[in-house]
């Protein structure tokens, strides 16, 4: 399929995209693995097939007045009132006003494929909507696009949530929580924001500025926390949290009716800050955020995956005062990857994992641990060459597919075309941990 630039309505966007391909898979989820003897629970993989029906009629921002009506039509149409001049060569962030099922949202126009339009909407949430429904009514709003400001989208939520959960706000995040103790609810995930892109950084990765506020929600009780997903998609009842690209938001609760209480401060801040879940998955906003991996793009599961887990440990999310090797071993991970590899259930599945996702579906908890095992040999090994993959996965061309040829490829570039001497070299690297 050949992407390219066209004009809609005047609008410069890309067209000839996998939109379905691209936002299939639209949520990640912490997988911990179910070990012989333990008690942890197994995570499955949550994937929505809709956004979050948030505040889905927002108020728009104070801008100048809106131009004059100009519907979008369907079929891609050259237009003289925007040239490639005026453009430079960019997509152009104009604003489109969306009237949709009776509710209206404001966004920038990203892609379509014809049949489908996405739209990113001031909250960084993204829309899709088909082109030819009649009853869907596009029409340009401005010539420019302003997301939202922390203060615009905290109001927006307060309104959706009500009195019932607490909004606090820090540098980087907009927290939904329950009453009371907001600095033990939202200062956490802001210290992870700061020490994982701090990880990055002093690795020589440059990451960038999230160009929304990120929200994160914790709810009140599992059984709220199960009403949302049931609007959501089908899942596994033992979800505990996970991370939507579709609405760019973290979804959790507060394990067993935690309540903060002056006298049980210290106990809650210690839960959010040591929370396999809340790191797993702030590494993932953080990551499709920040210029690690785009968010418009088919990342590879196992490069995702298997960087988020590697920032579950302390060794990462805290290497500054845990340098060493054992400090970013992620124990659970090694030890599932182990009872795995002497079942003889892992090998020949690093070349399955690149070259389709598949298995995060047939078989996870094989999936995981091979994905874990993988980064962690290469973060350790070839620290260089992992983190030149990343970057320049992390610039991959928006909505586009890509098939098992490229995906390997792409790999092979990066890291040498023997991959079978590859997973032989990883097996005896993690089999040699202490």
Known sequence: MICNWRYIGG?????????????????????????????????????????????????????????????????????PSVTAAELGGRPRSVTVKVRKDGKTFYGKPLATDGKQMAVLRWDGRLATFPVNDPS????????????????????????????????????????????????????????????????????????????????????????????????????????????????????????????????????????????????????HQIAFNCGVHNRFSVVPKWTSEGLAMLCETRGVYNFAKYPHVKDRVNRLRLKSFRQLEAAGKTKGVLLELLQRDRMFESDPEVAYAVSWAISFYLNENRQMEYLNYLAKDGRRGDFRAHTKIDRVGFFIRHFGKDIASLEQRMNLFVGAIK
């Open 136 to 283: 869907i009514k596009v029409t340009k709003y401005s010539s420019d696009f302003k997301p939202y400001s922390t203060s615009e989208l905290k109001q927006r939520l307060k309104k959706y949530f009500g009195n019932r959960y607490e909004i606090s706000t820090t540098g980087h995040f907009v927290v939904i929580h329950p009453n009371g103790g907001t600095e033990f609810w939202a200062e956490p995930f802001e210290r992870h924001y700061r020490q994982l892109n701090d990880y990055f950084q002093a690795h020589g990765f440059e990451t960038s500025e999230a160009k929304f506020p990120l929200v994160a929600i914790v709810l009140r009780s599992r059984k709220e926390f199960d009403l949302r997903l049931d609007k959501e998609a089908g899942y596994d009842r033992n979800v505990l949290g996970y991370y939507s690209k579709k609405s760019n938001r973290i979804t959790t609760f507060a394990p067993n009716g935690i309540r903060w209480t002056p006298t049980g401060a210290k106990k809650m801040e210690n839960w959010l800050e040591n929370s396999p879940t809340i790191i797993h998955e702030v590494a």
């Open 11 to 79: 609008i410069r966007m890309l067209v000839g995209v996998s939109l379905a391909i691209t936002l299939g898979g639209i949520a990640s989820a912490q997988i911990v693995p179910t070990l012989p003897g333990s008690s942890n629970t197994t995570i499955q993989e949550v994937t929505p097939s809709t956004p979050v029906p948030l505040d889905a009629s927002p108020v728009a921002p104070t801008v100048s007045a809106p131009l004059v009506s100009q519907p979008l039509v369907s079929q891609p149409v050259v237009t």
